[in-house]
């Protein structure tokens, strides 16, 4: 005995409509009520609009770039946030030749000694002008400075805030995934 043809047809839309409909009402919910899910994979803070580095920043543009935005006597939230960003690039192995670390000093610019001896390769950029530093200000997000480190893209875009404070693994985390799945810089 054979089923019925209208039993096979209800039975095969079932089947369907089992696959179909969650996937279905994820793009609807995704796509027409612009829903996403609260979580995310970033440990540092993604900027939201992106901002544009002011152009005293100008010789970071050609890779990534780390950069702590402060005083350039270097006090010891200036000094951790360094030792930080350069842990962190030596930490991408292969990659780190993608990637500058750079200070932006706003002021006192700069302790030419301790920089060299303990951040070989780091650029210091003068920053403390007027017109330097209130560019700065108004590219930058209102925060705590003394203890954030910037990630900048290959195009002058800030994208990213990350706490120096924080475990550095995120920082490198987050590093690494950009590297990944960026072919600029």
């Keep these: 005995m054979s089923d ?50 002011p152009e005293v ?47 932006l000093a706003t002021d006192g610019c700069c302790d030419s000694d301790y920089l060299a001896r303990e951040h070989e390769g780091l650029l210091a950029i003068d920053a403390s002008s007027g017109a330097a530093r209130a560019a700065l200000q108004s590219a930058l997000p209102a925060g705590d400075l003394a203890n954030d480190l910037f990630i900048v893209d290959p195009h002058g875009n800030i994208v990213m805030r990350f706490d120096a404070r924080e475990n550095p693994r995120g920082l490198l985390d987050d590093m690494k995934k950009l590297l990944k799945l960026s072919h600029i810089g």
């Design 57 to 103: 920043a100008a010789p970071l543009l050609d890779k990534w770039a780390l950069v702590y935005v402060g005083d350039g006597r270097c006090d010891d939230a200036c000094r951790n946030a360094l030792v930080v960003a350069r842990q962190t690039r030596l930490s991408l192995a292969k990659e780190m030749v993608r990637v500058n670390r750079a200070l």
């Design 4 to 53: 019925s043809p209208k039993r096979q047809r209800r039975t095969f839309v079932l089947l369907l409509a089992l696959f179909f409909l969650p996937l279905a009402a994820s793009f609807i919910l995704y796509y027409g009520f612009q829903w996403r899910p609260a979580g995310g994979t970033n440990h540092g803070e993604l900027l939201q609009p992106l901002r544009q580095m």
